[in-house]
C-alpha cells in the first residue's frame, strides 16, 4: 500500500517568497505531524492534527509559519517570507489513533527546502 | 520537559562485529521510546519501539533495544553488523502532547570491510 507522500521532494525559492509544502498521509491514518530537521540534527516537531483539527502548533517558530488540514486528509505547511534559516528538510508522518496510547508514526521522504 | 540524549555522534564498527548505540532520556512519566533509522535520500523507517511490558524489545532487521528505567536508557544493539546497516539512527520519545516525537540528535554509523 501507498506510504506517505510528500510534494515537492525539493524546493528552491528565493528569500521573501512564500511556499507551501503538501503531505498526503497514509489512507485513513488519523493523526499527522509535522516535523523540520536541520542539517546533522533530528526531526524537531512544529505542529499536529487529529482530523482536521490542528491539536498543538506550540512548535511553529513564528507567525510566518501555518499549517492546515481542512479535510482531515491532505495538509498544507505554508510559511510566507522565508528566510535563509528556513532552509531544512520538512517531514510530515501520520499514525493511527489506538485507544489514546501513542502509536507508531510513519514518514514521508521530505520535502528539502531551500531558501536562497 | 522530556530530552532524548544520543552521547556518540559518530560510530565506526567493523562488519560483522556487535553494535551498541546508546540513548538516553529524560522524562517524568513512563516514556514511549522508539528508534528510527535514516538511509541516505530516505525518510525515516521505525526499527522498534517500547511502550510496555517486557523491557527487551525485538525490531526489525536483527535489532533490539532494552529499556532500562534505573538507567533512563534506551540503547539499540545489533550482535552482527552488515555494511546495509550504514545509515543514521535517531532515538526518540513520545511527548504528553499527542505523543509528538521528541527526537535526539543522531548517531551516524560507518561499517568497514
Known amino acids: 500500500g501507498a506510504g506517505v507522500s510528500q510534494s515537492p521532494r525539493y524546493k528552491v525559492t528565493k528569500r521573501g517568497q512564500d511556499v507551501a509544502l503538501r503531505c498526503d498521509p497514509i489512507?485513513?491514518?488519523?493523526?499527522l505531524y509535522w516535523y523540520r530537521q536541520a542539517l546533522g540534527q533530528g526531526p524537531e516537531f512544529l505542529t499536529y492534527?487529529?482530523?482536521?483539527?490542528?491539536?498543538?502548533k506550540s512548535g511553529l517558530p513564528n507567525d510566518r509559519f501555518s499549517a492546515e488540514r481542512p479535510e482531515g486528509s491532505i495538509s498544507t505547511l505554508t510559511i510566507q517570507r522565508t528566510e535563509q534559516r528556513d532552509s531544512a528538510m520538512y517531514r510530515c508522518?501520520?499514525?493511527?489513533?489506538?485507544?489514546?496510547?501513542?502509536?507508531?508514526?510513519?514518514f514521508g521522504p521530505g520535502t528539502r527546502l531551500t531558501v536562497l | 520537559a522530556q530530552s532524548v540524549t544520543q552521547p556518540d555522534i559518530h560510530i565506526t564498527v567493523s562488519e560483522g562485529a556487535s553494535l551498541e548505540l546508546r540513548c538516553n532520556y529524560s522524562y517524568g512519566a513512563t516514556p514511549y521510546l522508539f528508534w528510527y533509522v535514516q538511509s541516505p535520500g530516505q525518510g525515516l523507517q521505525l526499527l522498534l519501539k517500547?511502550?510496555?511490558?517486557?523491557?527487551l524489545v525485538q525490531g526489525i532487521k536483527g535489532f533490539e533495544a532494552e529499556f532500562k528505567r534505573s538507567q533512563s536508557s534506551f540503547n539499540l544493539r545489533k550482535p552482527s553488523v552488515h555494511w546495509s546497516d550504514a545509515a543514521e539512527y535517531f532515538c526518540a520519545v513520545g511527548a504528553n502532547s499527542g505523543y509528538a516525537l521528541n527526537f535526539g540528535k543522531g548517531t551516524s554509523l560507518l561499517v568497514t570491510p
Open positions: 508522518a501520520s499514525s493511527t489513533v489506538a485507544g489514546g496510547l501513542p502509536d507508531t508514526q510513519y
Open positions: 517500547y511502550f510496555s511490558g517486557d523491557t
Open positions: 489512507s485513513g491514518h488519523v493523526s
Open positions: 492534527f487529529n482530523y482536521e483539527a490542528q491539536q498543538d
